[in-house]
Nanobody, 117 residues
Framework: QVQLVESGGGLVQPGGSLRLSCTAS????????MSWVRQAPGKGLEWVSD????????YYADFVKGRFTISRDNAKGTLYLQMNSLKPEDSAVYYC??????????WGQGTQVTVSS
């Protein structure tokens, strides 16, 4: 069965960095685009970034452009999100999701990112 497992979240000070990982199994990872989506407390889901199957195309929400970098290692079945220059408003649960034209059919359990001094 399809499984997505995120890791790498935690508490970081403003201006700091974190790298999230999402390990995929149960499907042909390289054949699917993948997304990172976040949800802050009391707010709805917010799309963060996409990457296509071979990693050659990436897309970002305006609020993370220049600060976050999405990447993938298809040999390892792993998706990454490098987050730099973190702000308190980046605090959220971050989910990886399998994407079909930004229709997400499988989700991980999420990893909490808290940006606070």
């Amino acid at each position: 069965q399809v499984q997505l497992v995120e890791s790498g979240g935690g508490l970081v000070q403003p201006g700091g960095s974190l790298r999230l990982s999402c390990t995929a199994s149960g499907f042909d990872f390289s054949s699917f685009a993948m997304s990172w989506v976040r949800q802050a407390p009391g707010k709805g889901l917010e799309w963060v970034s996409d990457i296509n199957g071979d990693g050659g195309s990436t897309y970002y929400a305006d609020f993370v452009k220049g600060r976050f970098t999405i990447s993938r290692d298809n040999a390892k079945g792993t998706l990454y999100l490098q987050m730099n220059s973190l702000k308190p408003e980046d605090s959220a649960v971050y989910y990886c999701a399998r994407s079909l034209f930004r229709h997400w059919d499988y989700w991980g359990q999420g990893t909490q990112v808290t940006v606070s001094s």
